[in-house]
């Protein structure tokens, strides 16, 4: 079994309760879920809230909500703590719950390599940065991988460091430069062998959950995409995806 679970947190620091903002007439977990629900692989989805608003909001909408501890403090142990409740889950899909419009295809894509090859446990997205306002943002992070597509290394700089260029842009047009899209699948082994690891010095100072496994040894396959999506961190970010959905809504309309 396929599982897609969601960490929504009510409590989030520059959004305060982020999963159930309104766009335009759906809080945004909402919006997630249905996304996610695109999928071809996933056989199952699953909030993962610390709130009961937030699980009665997602229940009432005709979706699944597990409660976790409210000392639960990432995602990732958030999405461990149900998964380790889903006795016949082979593979969890990190879904993060501020992308309300994902692309099914994109989560799909993320998962084949798990499929398909055997000694892959872990993968994730990446995408070409093709501007300079992604490249200069530390929060944006940017990975760079091997010619097997293995990630070697996540920053919140840029990487990697294009000696020849004279400028920002120069150095997007000069080299791939590639952002990481922090969509997770894992064998359900490995999601629970890595939120029981201990954080890694260089997690501590990129603040990067992902540095953990590469600290440890373990490899992290990269899925590049073309394709993109909207991530809601700040009030600012939420106007824009309010204008996102009117504009997909009208093209909908439209057709």
Known sequence: MIVGIIPARFASTRLFGKPLANIHGKPMIQ???ESASKSNL???IVVATDDERIAKIVKGFGGEAELTPKEIQTGSDRIAYVAEKIPDAKIIVNIQGDEPFIPAEMIDKAIEPLLFD???HISTLAKKIDTVA??????????V???QNFALYFSRSPIPFVRDASSNLEKIQIADVYKH???YVFSKEYLLKFTKLPQTDLEKTEKLEQL????????IKIVVTNLDSLSVDTQE???RARIYYKKLMKRRYDE
């Open 31 to 33: 919006h997630t879920y």
């Open 212 to 219: 953990r496994l590469l600290e440890n040894g373990y490899k």
């Open 181 to 183: 899209i922090g969509l």
């Open 118 to 120: 055997k000694t892959i």
């Open 42 to 44: 996933l056989n199952k």
């Open 237 to 239: 970010d939420l106007e």
């Open 145 to 147: 991988f091997d010619y």
């Open 134 to 143: 992604e490249l200069r943002s530390p929060a944006v992070v940017k990975v």
